[in-house]
C-alpha cells in the first residue's frame, strides 16, 4: 500500500482494519475454552459471535480499504501461491494420519466401512467441482483476455453456484452416513472421513466467500481488466481445492471403502 | 482510515502504534514483547535452577515445576527463538537491506503482530492457577489430553495463534524479497541476513502448518471424541510426534539461519573483510533448509520406531554437519588476518559462534542412535541444546540489537556495559551449561523436579546455579545497558560501524518512509561486504 500512495512528505499510512481482525482472532479460541473446557456455553457464545464480529467488520473494511484507495501490485499472486504451499501440508497431517491407520489397522478396517457410503456420490461431487473449475476458468479469461467484467461475473456466478451444490450435496451425504452411526468417534474411518471432508468442505466454503467478494467487485467495477489479481489469486485457489478434492476423495471414499 | 504520519517513528503518539502498518513500529513491537517474555521465562527457569539445586522438593511444589518447565520451554522457544529475530529484527531489517519502502502486504504484517498479541495474551491466561498447562512444550499425547496436563484448549490455540501470525509473516516476507527488491539488489549481491531470513520463512510456511496439524488431531481428540491418538479405536499416538517434529526439528534452523546472517553481517563488518565464501554460504544456508525436513525421525529414537528409519535419520542428521561446518569455516576464513574491532556487536558474534561450536559438537553424538539410545532425555540433551540454540540464539540477538540499536534508536549502545554483560554472560552460560551436560552424562534425567542425592550430582547442581545466577546477572547488566542506550546513549551517526550495506545509509533513527517514494540507487557493483579486498567470490 506504501508504495501506491503518492504523498510529497515523509509519510507512513495506518490502518485501524487489522486491530478488529487480531481482536476477533483472540476470542475465538477463548470463546472455544469457555465453551468445551469450562462448560460456560453462554459466555462462550457471545465471545465466539463478538470475535466473528470483529473479524467479518474488520475484513469488509480492510477490502474497502484495498479497492478504494489502493495501485494494483500484483503482489496478490505470489502471496497466494505461497500460501497454497502452506495449506497443502495442513491437508498432509490428516492424510498422514489417515493412511497409518488404514496400513496398520487393514485386518479390522472393513468391519468399520458403512452400509451408505458409495462412490457414486463421490462421483457426483467430483465432476461438479470438474466444472466449477472450468467455469472459473473461463471466468479469469473472460476478464484478463476480453476485458468483459459482465461476462466474467456471469461465469464467476456459475461457479459459486456449482460450488454451492456440493456443499449442500455434501451436508446431506454427511447427515445420512452420522445418521448410519457412522460418526467422529466411532472409529479412526470415522475419525479420518469426517475429518479429510470436513477441512476441505471448509476450505470449499471460504472458496465460496472469496467468489461472492469477487462478485461484488466485478459487479460494482472496482475489478476491472487492470486490476485482476483478486481474481487471478480466487481462481488459484479454487483450483487448489478442486485438486485437493481428488486426493480427499481418493483417501476417503476410495482407500477407505476398497478391500486392500 | 489512511492518513499520512509524519513524526519520526519512535515519538509517534499512542494511536499510530496501536494502527501502524510501519515494518519498522511494528519490528519494534514484536522487539519489545518478546525481550519482556523472554526476561519472566528466564525467571521461570531461574527457579526451575533453585528447585534443582538440591535434592528434594525445595521451593515449587511438582506441579508447579511443569509449568514453569512448560512455560519456559514454550516461551523461549516461540517468543524469544522465533519472534524476536524474524518478527522483530526481521521486520525493521527486511526492507531497509533490500531498498524498499515497507513489505509486500504492511496490513497483513500488523494482523501477524495483531495474532502473536494474541497468543501473548493467551499465554498471560495460563498464568491463572486454575489455567495452567502442564504438558511441556512438545504436548505428547496421551499424556496432553489428560486433565493432570492442564487446559489442553489453551496449549493448541497458543500454538495456532503463533502459527497463524508466523504464516503470514512468511507469505508476506518471501513475496517482499521476490517482488520489492530496489534495481541493482539481486540474488547474489543479498545480505545473509536476508537469505537467512527467507529460507527460515520458506521453513514456516512449509513447517507450521504440520505442527498446527498435529496440535488441532490433539484438541479433536480431547474435546470432540474423535481418534487420531486413540490406539483403541485405530489411531496412533506416534502420529503425533512425527507430525509434531515435521515442523518443530526444522523450526531450530528456523531460529539459528538468522542468527548465522547476523554473524556474518557483524564478523565481516568488524573484521574490515568480505564476508569469505559468501556463495558457499548461500549454498549451505539453503542445504539446511532442505535437510532440515528430513531428520525428525533423531527426535523420536526412543519412540518406538522402525530401524531403517532410525538409520536413515541417525545419516541425514550427520550430514547437516556438512553446511553447518562450511559456515564456521567461513566465518573463520573472513576473521583470518582481518583487522579484527571487538565491539560490542564482535564480541557477541564472536562468543555466539563459540557456543554454537560447542552445542554443534555435543549434537554429533546424539545423533548417532546408539549413543543417543543412553543419552536420550538426559540433562546432557538439556545442556546440547541450551549451547547450540538457547545460548549461540540469544548471543546473536544481543549481537544483533547492539549492532543495528543506531539505525533503530538514533543512540548507541553503552560499550562498557555491553562488555561487561557478554563477559558475565559468556562465562555464566558456560559454568552453567558444561557441568549441566555432564550431571546429564552421568546419568541425571531431565524434566524431573528431584533426584537421589547422589553426591557427584549434587555438586554438580551447585556448580550450575553458581553458572546460572552470573548469567542472570550478565542479562540484567544488558538490559540496564538498553534502557541507558535508549534514555541516554551517545548520539549514533549514519553509519557508526562504517558498513558497506544498504540499511546504514539512511539517517539514524532509520526515516518513516525509509528511502522515499523512489527506490535506492545502488552503485552496479554494489556488495553488502566490500570491504577493502574485492569480494572473496
Redesign the interface.
Known amino acids: ?3 501506491g ?3 510529497h ?11 478488529p ?3 476477533g ?2 476470542l ?3 470463546s ?2 469457555m465453551f ?2 469450562y462448560g460456560w456455553q453462554l459466555p462462550g457464545l457471545i465471545a465466539g459471535g463478538v470475535g466473528l464480529a470483529l473479524i467479518l467488520v474488520g475484513a469488509a473494511g ?1 477490502a474497502n ?1 484495498h479497492f478504494t ?1 489502493e495501485k494494483e ?3 496478490g499472486w ?2 497466494i501461491l ?2 497454497i ?3 497443502v ?2 491437508f ?3 492424510f ?2 489417515f493412511w ?2 488404514r496400513v ?2 487393514a485386518d ?2 472393513s468391519a ?1 466401512v458403512p452400509e451408505g457410503i458409495s462412490l457414486g456420490m463421490a462421483g457426483i461431487l467430483t465432476l461438479i467441482l470438474w466444472a466449477s473449475s472450468f467455469t472459473i476458468f473461463r471466468a479469469e479469461t473472460a476478464l484478463e483476455e476480453e476485458g468483459d467484467s459482465g461476462k466474467a461475473l456471469t461465469w464467476v456466478f456459475l461457479t459459486f453456484a456449482l460450488g454451492l451444490t456440493f456443499v449442500v450435496l455434501h451436508v446431506k451425504e454427511w447427515i445420512h452416513l452420522w445418521g448410519e452411526g457412522f460418526t ?8 479420518g472421513f469426517y ?1 479429510l471432508t470436513g477441512l476441505h468442505t471448509s476450505h470449499v466454503i471460504v472458496g465460496l466467500i472469496a467468489q461472492i467478494y469477487a462478485m461484488w467487485l466485478l459487479a460494482s467495477g472496482r475489478m476491472n481488466r487492470e486490476k485482476p489479481t483478486m481474481l487471478r489469486a480466487t481462481s488459484a485457489y479454487w483450483h487448489f481445492v478442486d485438486v485437493m478434492w481428488m486426493l480427499v476423495a481418493g483417501t476417503a471414499y476410495l482407500v477407505g471403502t476398497a478391500a486392500l | 482510515m489512511r492518513e499520512a504520519i509524519s513524526v519520526p517513528y519512535l515519538k509517534a503518539g499512542l494511536k499510530e502504534w496501536i494502527f501502524t502498518t510501519d515494518h519498522k513500529k511494528i519490528g519494534i513491537l514484536y522487539l519489545t514483547t518478546t525481550y519482556i517474555f523472554f526476561l519472566v521465562a528466564g525467571l521461570f527457569g531461574l527457579v526451575i535452577r533453585f528447585e534443582q539445586n538440591s535434592p528434594g522438593y525445595q521451593i515449587v511444589p511438582p506441579d508447579f515445576y511443569n509449568y514453569l518447565l512448560t512455560g519456559h520451554g514454550a516461551v523461549l522457544l516461540l517468543w524469544w527463538g522465533i519472534a524476536s529475530h524474524i518478527g522483530g529484527l526481521g521486520n525493521f531489517l527486511l526492507p531497509l537491506m533490500i531498498g524498499a519502502k515497507d513489505v509486500a502486504f504492511p496490513r497483513l504484517n500488523a494482523l501477524s503482530w495483531w495474532a502473536f498479541f494474541g497468543a501473548s495474551v493467551l499465554v498471560l491466561l495460563t498464568l491463572i492457577p486454575g489455567n495452567h498447562i502442564k504438558m511441556m512444550w512438545t504436548g505428547y499425547p496421551p499424556y496432553a489430553g489428560n486433565p493432570d496436563a492442564g487446559v489442553t484448549a489453551l496449549y493448541v490455540f497458543i500454538i495456532h495463534l503463533i502459527g497463524v501470525s508466523s504464516i503470514a509473516t512468511a507469505v508476506n516476507f518471501i513475496t517482499t524479497y521476490i517482488k520489492m527488491r530496489a534495481p541493482g539488489i539481486t540474488f547474489w549481491n543479498t545480505n545473509m541476513f536476508v537469505h537467512a531470513l527467507i529460507a527460515a520463512n520458506v521453513i514456516q510456511l512449509v513447517g507450521v502448518p504440520s505442527i498446527a496439524g498435529a496440535v488441532t488431531m490433539l484438541l479433536l481428540d480431547t474435546y470432540l471424541g474423535t481418534n487420531f491418538y486413540n490406539p483403541a479405536k485405530g489411531g496412533d499416538p506416534l502420529i503425533y510426534q512425527n507430525v509434531f517434529w515435521f515442523y518443530s526439528h526444522p523450526v531450530v534452523y528456523v531460529m539459528i539461519l538468522p542468527i548465522f546472517g547476523m554473524f556474518s553481517e557483524i564478523v565481516s563488518t568488524f573484521s574490515r573483510k568480505p564476508l569469505f565464501g559468501y556463495t558457499s554460504m548461500i549454498f549451505a544456508i539453503w542445504c539446511i533448509t532442505f535437510l532440515s525436513f528430513i531428520v525428525w525421525i533423531h527426535h523420536m529414537f526412543v519412540s518406538g520406531v522402525p530401524d531403517w528409519a532410525r538409520v536413515l535419520m541417525s545419516y541425514t542428521t550427520i550430514l547437516i554437519a556438512v553446511p553447518t561446518g562450511i559456515k564456521i569455516f567461513n566465518w573463520m576464513g573472513t576473521l583470518y588476518k582481518g583487522a579484527i574491532i571487538l565491539r560490542v556487536p564482535m564480541l557477541y558474534a564472536l562468543g555466539g559462534i563459540f557456543m554454537f561450536l560447542i552445542g554443534g559438537l555435543t549434537g554429533i553424538p546424539n545423533a548417532m542412535v546408539a549413543i543417543d539410545l543412553g543419552i536420550s532425555d538426559s540433562l546432557f540433551i538439556v545442556g546440547h541444546f541450551h549451547y547450540v540454540l538457547g545460548m549461540a540464539l540469544t548471543f546473536g540477538i544481543f549481537g544483533g540489537i547492539t549492532y543495528w540499536f543506531p539505525k533503530m534508536t538514533g543512540r548507541m549502545y553503552p560499550e562498557n556495559i555491553g562488555k561487561l554483560s557478554f563477559w558475565l554472560i559468556f562465562a555464566g552460560a558456560n559454568i552453567f551449561y558444561f557441568f549441566q551436560m555432564i550431571a546429564g552424562i552421568l546419568g541425571n534425567p531431565r524434566r524431573y523436579p528431584d533426584y537421589p542425592p547422589i553426591p557427584e550430582w549434587v555438586t554438580l547442581h551447585h556448580i550450575q546455579t553458581i553458572g546460572a545466577l552470573i548469567l542472570g546477572v550478565g542479562i540484567l547488566v544488558y538490559t540496564v545497558g538498553l534502557i541507558k542506550g535508549l534514555t541516554s546513549g551517545e548520539e549514533a551517526s549514519d553509519n557508526p560501524w562504517e558498513s558497506q550495506s544498504l540499511e546504514w545509509r539512511l539517517p539514524s533513527p532509520a526515516p518513516v518512509d525509509n528511502f522515499g517514494d523512489e527506490p535506492p540507487k545502488v552503485e552496479p557493483d554494489y556488495h553488502p561486504y566490500k570491504y577493502g579486498a574485492p569480494p572473496a567470490f
Open positions: 500500500m506504501a508504495q500512495a503518492v504523498h512528505e515523509p509519510h507512513h499510512e495506518v490502518s485501524i482494519w487489522p486491530l481482525i487480531g481482536v482472532v483472540l475465538m479460541p477463548i472455544f475454552t468445551f473446557h480492510w480499504e484507495a501490485e500484483g503482489f505470489v502471496g505461497s500460501f504451499i502452506s495449506e501440508v495442513i498432509g497431517t490428516l498422514a494420519a497409518t491407520a496398520t489397522h479390522e478396517w468399520w467422529l468417534s466411532s472409529h479412526m474411518y470415522g475419525t475429518a
